[in-house]
């Protein structure tokens, strides 16, 4: 048989034209409204049935897409799927070759016994909504927006087949409230980090009579706090799991590190937030306290938000996660130093100060993980590396390799095409032999696809230099 010897080199123009997939919003999408995931027990006893939005791609051809969670906020007592950002990073992520899940989640927390809105305060202010009876009910309304979330990844999960989504390539991102809630689901993996306050617990005191009449208090509400059952929740138990790939909090935080202790494999991090946040410290502080004791406090405007807990924002997890060292999770901090304390009530900190740069962020830090785990959408629609095992019809050896590869077809190979993972083609060319061998030398140790169409039809294969 006679051989067919190639040198490949690598040219600077190929890399630079390329693109990472999942980065560039170049698809139109679809969307589907109001899908029910499940339904679950709120904080006063009455049922709650819990929707998503869907978001896919169209046109991407793409038989494994990642999936995105999108997750809103409102201070655990407010906001829907319907939020803004939410909408806009569901459509920005769609476009990029996600499909996405955009959540509602149960929201309510039991109210404080005693309450006087001041005269110059007004809803708009200081909603009367957010004032808790104790800390306690931040840890539970986190706590069950939690098992909501992960109800939500394993029903996504339950639905590749129908979505064509890649199950090992879950991303969570959440802001506010929801970004709390997307970091405790995408870290929280061991029975034993269930916070002391989600077990049974007294009963709440009943609620200032003036909150009813802003809404705040619901027909049936039942002051009992029982028990808030498995970190799992209750939803979609059973073939899959909850697990994800990577999370992104944006202004939102950790109620406790201690749930950093991971027995799973640690999701990569994407931190955004900003020093002029007031309801979210973003290093460590009291939530919504820089909004009591810098705006209210000052000109009595409003009555200071009591018992909320301390909480670590953006720039607090990143003093933490240097301070790890090598055994902080992968992580980017996309942080904005703007404090400036007593003068930021006015700032909007706790907001995303440009929405087309911090998605486009998130979209690139998660697109290397994605790469890494071997999903190219240029390959991933090939089921040729199957049937060509089972026909015996190509080989490859060694692999993995150091110098040199031998891939050899019982058919004539007409061509072939090698990329990294991330689809960047680094050469290509025709054969017109039984036996093609290939020259790795060049190549930086790691994982590369290589395609060969032979008279038979195409097929994908891996290869790892070392």
Known sequence: MKQFFLIIAITI???????TPYTVAQFSYDSIIDVVYGTAIDYAGNTDTLKMDIYKPVGDNNCKRPIAIVIHGGAWVAGSKEDINCVLMSRALARRGYVVANINWRLGTHKASSYSMYALCNTGLAHPCAYICDSAEIYRANFRGMQDAKG???YMKSRNAVDSTDINNVYLIGESAGGFVALATAFTDQASEKHASCFAIGNAPNPDSDMSTYGCIPSNNDLTRPDLGSIDGTLHIGTYDASVKGVASIYGGFLDLSILQQVNDTPVVYLYHQGSDVVVNYNYGTLLGRMSWECFAQTNLCQTFYFYPRAYGGEGIRQHFVSLGSGAPTYTADIVNNYQYMNDCFDNGHSIDNFTLRSQNIADFFSTEIAASGNNPAFNCLTGIESAAQLNRISIYPNPASDMITVSSSAEILSFTLTDISGRMLTGG?????TL????????????????IDEKGRTAHQIQKQ
Do not use: P, T
């Open 437 to 452: 061998q290939l020259d790795l030398q060049w190549l930086q140790s790691g994982n590369y696809i290589l395609e060969v």
């Open 13 to 19: 123009s190929l890399a630079a034209n390329s693109q």
């Open 430 to 434: 025709g054969c017109h032999q039984h």
């Open 152 to 154: 939500a990844i394993r």
